[in-house]
């Protein structure tokens, strides 16, 4: 990891737009909000298709946001590369998130030239009580 993520957060909004357009088709709802040295962190703006019986947020969401906030990370740091893919993504299920604004704090644990590790932590803006927590390793390939 070099001082300065090799893209900013208009590169990121963009390589999302032409590589991952599925993600926000009916909406902008995930949005990379800040990128620094080995981190980022993505928002999501939950709606009702996100939203599970009882009206908390759903797992497979929760999920989709810590997967793409930690692959978003990776790609700040080494640059557009579409083909880093999940190898491995654990998740802790913490606390029912309830449907409002949510944050997931990533950081990269390692970063080499094949593998990358990075911690997540999603919260509804108070990192002290997490709805969920993962760790996930994405394969990039050779450059």
Known sequence: MGDQPAMNLEAIADFLETHFPQLDAEGKHFTVTTIGHGTATMRLDPQTRHLRPGG???????????????WV?????????????TTNLNINFLRLPKPEPLFCDCR?????????VVDA???????????????????????
């Open 121 to 143: 932590l999603i919260h509804a803006g108070e990192t002290h009580s997490p709805v969920a927590q993962a760790t996930a390793t994405y394969s990039i390939p050779p450059r």
């Open 73 to 85: 990370t990776i790609l700040a740091q080494i640059g557009p590369l579409p083909m880093v893919v």
């Open 108 to 116: 990269i644990l390692k970063l080499g030239k094949r593998l990358a």
């Open 56 to 70: 908390t947020v759903s797992g497979p969401t929760l999920f989709t946001l810590a997967d793409v906030g930690c």
